[in-house]
């Protein structure tokens, strides 16, 4: 059974400091994967995808970068958090060649103070 | 681009009645529609999801109804109890399926 796991499970971080949040699936070969953001009582928002390791498209921009070093690895970055940055990140797969059937992790939770 | 509005954006019902939602999206192109369940701090849980060639899903006590016409999507919890009370979102995408457009999400509340 595939399972996807999102660290870490809550930050509080300073403005202007970096981030780094990780994403892992297991059990599946070559999953899309993408990274989305929700504002506190708001809707989700995409913000990158990956279709194959090393390439990553974004969609919308908010000072934040993405990497997808291994098959089964996504990582959402930045180097200088702002007070926007806060939310809840979600990690999400699906198959490859696109599905509608996006399996979600549990989220991160980020406050920037 | 493809705009998705959701209503209500609240909905309070007694456990045992029907709960309507419903999304409308712009793009004609637009291929795969999902509901989605989001519990408080969690994730989201796949509910239900229909391609464009399907007008009406029925899956435990869910029914998904696409009028690509009108295009409007719809999601009827019949005889909701107090497990469903959480936040429902309808998702969007086109045929590529990278990019799932989500709309505003309804908070349901299930009364006992």
């Known amino acids: 059974a595939q399972t996807i796991h999102q660290w870490p499970v809550a930050e509080i971080k300073a403005v202007g400091s970096p981030l780094s949040l990780g994403c892992t699936i297991k059990?599946?070969?070559?999953?899309?994967l993408y990274w989305y953001w929700q504002a506190t009582g708001g809707t989700l928002q995409q913000l990158f995808y990956?279709?194959?390791?090393?390439?990553v498209e974004s969609v919308v921009q908010l000072n934040l970068s993405a990497s997808r070093p291994k098959d089964d690895q996504f990582i959402l970055s930045t180097e200088k958090l702002l007070l926007s940055h806060s939310g809840f990140y979600l990690c999400?797969?699906?198959?490859?060649?696109?599905?509608?059937?996006?399996?979600f992790g549990s989220g991160t939770r980020l406050l920037v103070i | 681009g493809e705009q998705v509005e959701q209503r209500p954006p609240h909905l309070s019902v007694r456990e045992g009645d029907s709960a309507i939602i419903i999304c409308t999206y712009t793009?004609?192109?637009?291929?795969?529609f999902s509901w989605y369940k989001q519990e408080a701090g969690a994730g989201l849980q796949l509910l239900m999801s229909?391609?464009?060639?399907?007008d009406r899903k029925e899956e435990q006590g869910l029914t998904v109804l696409l009028n690509k016409k009108d295009k409007r999507l719809s999601l009827n919890l019949t005889a909701a109890h107090p497990g469903d009370s959480a936040v429902y979102f309808c998702?969007?995408?086109?045929?590529?399926?990278?990019?799932?457009?989500f709309g505003t999400g309804t908070k349901l509340q299930v009364v006992p």
């Open positions: 998702a969007v995408s086109a045929n590529s399926g990278t990019y799932q457009r």
């Open positions: 999400a797969w699906s198959l490859e060649g696109g599905s509608s059937d996006y399996t």
């Open positions: 229909v391609l464009s060639n399907v």
């Open positions: 793009d004609s192109a637009t291929a795969y």
């Open positions: 990956s279709i194959t390791v090393g390439q």
């Open positions: 059990g599946k070969s070559s999953p899309n």
